[in-house]
């Protein structure tokens, strides 16, 4: 699996170091919240122009926010290497979707907890990634929520029934246990957060998480 770490849990006082001690990660996953769509507010597009400075990773750019058709112009702009956003957060999914792609940027979109899979179903040919929120989106260090791995499942399904192109991402809750367990249901790519900057040896416990 790929790790792309969410450096949401990181000590913002060093943000520098905090970046390179997780520089064996090939991605890296801005956690973006705006205060509405999500309660918690992080940071917007000029943190992912100052990363770029110091990092040549894949920008794996999530979009807690709503209205993210107004923003995604912003995002290109600075460098995102593929951006997510909410089924929830805007009308028309599919034309956001070819707008990001019209750009060479690759496109996602996630879903909430409570939001049914299913609801993807016209989405999938069209789609880079699907990011499945396996906590409620908003802050991390939460618990993995159980019925995220169904949702896995089923895409994992859908792609080998029809020979879609998208990669799994599963963002919340992730640790050595929840890994092996989201890979075995079809997960490519997991975020982890908390877990890895809880943790002293961060590039060693990402090559482990990436091979469970
Ligand atoms: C929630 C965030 C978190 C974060 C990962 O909105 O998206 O899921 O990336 O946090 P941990 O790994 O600490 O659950
Ligand atoms: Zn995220």
Redesign the pocket.
């Known amino acids: 699996m790929i790790c792309s770490p969410?450096f949401?849990?990181c000590d913002f006082s060093k943000l520098e170091t905090e970046i390179k001690s997780i520089n064996h990660a090939k991605w890296l996953?801005f956690?973006v919240?705006d205060g509405i769509f999500?309660d918690?507010i992080t940071y917007d597009e000029k943190m992912v122009k100052k990363i770029k400075a110091i990092s040549s990773q894949f920008f794996d750019v999530?979009l807690?926010i709503i209205e993210p058709e107004k923003h995604i112009e912003e995002y290109i702009k600075v460098g995102a290497d593929l951006i997510t956003f909410h089924l929830e957060a805007t009308e028309d999914s599919l034309e956001l979707i070819k707008k990001i792609k019209k750009s060479n940027v690759k496109a996602g979109i996630s879903i909430k907890p409570q939001t049914s899979v299913e609801s993807l179903d016209h989405l999938l040919p069209y789609l880079d990634l699907i990011l499945i929120?396996?906590?409620?989106?908003?802050?991390?260090?939460?618990k993995?929520i159980e019925d995220s791995l169904p949702k896995i499942s089923y895409l994992s399904r859908k792609k080998q029934l029809y020979n879609y192109n998208y990669l799994i991402e599963v963002?919340?809750?992730?640790n050595l246990e929840t890994a092996k367990r989201v890979r075995q249901s079809g997960c490519d790519v997991i975020?982890?957060?908390?877990?890895?900057?809880n943790s002293s040896n961060r590039n060693q416990l990402i090559e482990e998480l990436e091979n469970v």
């Open positions: 969410s949401l849990s996953h956690d919240m999500v918690n999530h807690m929120m396996s906590v409620e989106p908003g802050k991390g260090g939460q993995f963002d919340g809750g992730i975020v982890v957060g908390s877990f890895l900057f």
